[in-house]
T-cell receptor, first 114, second 112 residues
Framework: DTGVSQDPRHKITKRGQNVTFRCDPI?????LYWYRQTLGQGPEFLTY????????KSRLLSDRFSAERPKGSFSTLEIQRTEQGDSAMYLC????????????FGSGTQLSVL | SQQGEEDPQALSIQEGENATMNCSYK?????LQWYRQNSGRGLVHLIL?????REKHSGRLRVTLDTSKKSSSLLITASRAADTASYFC????????????FGTGTRLQVTL
């Protein structure tokens, strides 16, 4: 499978716990994005990497959220001290450097905070 | 925040009919894209239209863009049950920004 891969598919955690999600983009794609989607809404942008550099970050990304992309390959998104409001689908997408192409999305990680 | 608003929020049609979804956005854009999302899955890119284009076709899809009205429409012709999904428009502004900003989506139900 050469698509965008996300792990885990589902995560249930208790409020206050830390969680980490992983995204493996399509191998030749330099750009990597994280989005969050709640039920009935469109995806909301969280952050964007060009290779290993985090170039854009949404104001939605509080200091409890951190994302990394070491060596410009896979990326991780960590949420510390989870809150019930963090419950959502976390989507990862990648794209090549060409300016006018669409994003390739993974299947997402569904987070439920109890 | 959501840049785009899709209209209608939900649409139910019978197989074989055409489906039209509209998207309005707020700021000037570099391009506009349409995506499909099946329930509980990731999004799939359907089509991209540049700000200097007015119409684009891909298979059974036809997209129009009116930058003066800041609006776009997606037409799916001869719909099939497999077209049942949520459809989102997404806009990319110019400059160095790379992110896409998505609308709220239209839920399409195609019945046999």
């Amino acid at each position: 499978d050469t698509g965008v891969s996300q792990d885990p598919r589902h995560k249930i955690t208790k409020r206050g716990q830390n969680v980490t999600f992983r995204c493996d983009p399509i191998s030749e794609h330099n750009r990597l994005y994280w989005y969050r989607q709640t039920l009935g809404q469109g995806p909301e942008f969280l952050t964007y990497f060009q290779n290993e550099a985090q170039l854009e970050k949404s104001r939605l990304l509080s200091d409890r959220f951190s994302a990394e992309r070491p060596k410009g390959s896979f990326s991780t998104l960590e949420i510390q001290r989870t809150e019930q409001g963090d419950s959502a689908m976390y989507l990862c997408a990648s794209s090549p450097d060409a300016r006018e192409v669409g994003l390739f999305f993974g299947s997402g990680t569904q987070l439920s905070v109890l | 925040s959501q840049q785009g608003e899709e209209d209608p929020q939900a649409l139910s049609i019978q197989e074989g009919e055409n489906a039209t979804m509209n998207c309005s956005y707020k700021t000037s854009i570099n391009n506009l894209q349409w995506y499909r999302q099946n329930s509980g899955r990731g999004l799939v890119h359907l089509i991209l239209i540049r700000s200097n284009e007015r119409e684009k076709h891909s298979g059974r899809l036809r997209v129009t863009l009116d930058t003066s009205k800041k609006s776009s429409s997606l037409l799916i012709t001869a719909s099939r049950a497999a077209d049942t999904a949520s459809y989102f428009c997404a806009t990319k502004i110019g400059g160095t920004a790379s992110k896409l900003t998505f609308g709220t989506g239209t839920r399409l139900q195609v019945t046999l």
